[in-house]
């Protein structure tokens, strides 16, 4: 069993900065990628950014050239760097990963990134 445990979100102001965590932990771990989906208030989760374990990376239009993923596969970690942020993006964030069967899919417990006025 893998777990997921996330860091890192908190308040931020318009055109704020935060960097979100993820570490996975467990027996025999294999990932073929890390990443993170986000779930705002009233609306589906969306898929933010991934990275494989090659190094491939996916970034969501919605925060390209804002946000980015960076991980270490031998650690097992992945960071998320969050920057020029916007109400918009007041979500939970959610770490995810896939296990290097492609059979499993693991989840972490969510963050909370909230906007203060």
């Known amino acids: 069993q893998v777990q997921l445990v996330e860091s890192g979100g908190g308040l931020v102001q318009t055109g704020g900065s935060l960097r979100l965590s993820c570490a996975a932990s467990?027996?025999?771990?294999?990932?073929?990628?890390m990443g993170w989906y986000r779930q705002a208030p009233g609306k589906e989760r969306e898929l933010v950014a991934f990275?494989?374990?090659?190094?491939?990376?996916y970034h969501a239009d919605s925060v390209k050239g804002r946000f980015t993923i960076s991980g270490d596969n031998a650690k097992n970690t992945v960071v998320l760097q969050m920057n020029s942020l916007k109400p918009e993006d007041t979500a939970v964030y959610y770490c995810?990963?896939?296990?290097?069967?492609?059979?499993?899919?693991?989840w972490g417990q969510g963050t909370q990134v909230t906007f203060s006025s």
């Open positions: 995810t990963a896939r296990s290097c069967t492609m059979e499993y899919e693991y």
């Open positions: 467990g027996d025999a771990i294999c990932l073929a990628a």
């Open positions: 990275m494989t374990n090659y190094g491939s990376t």
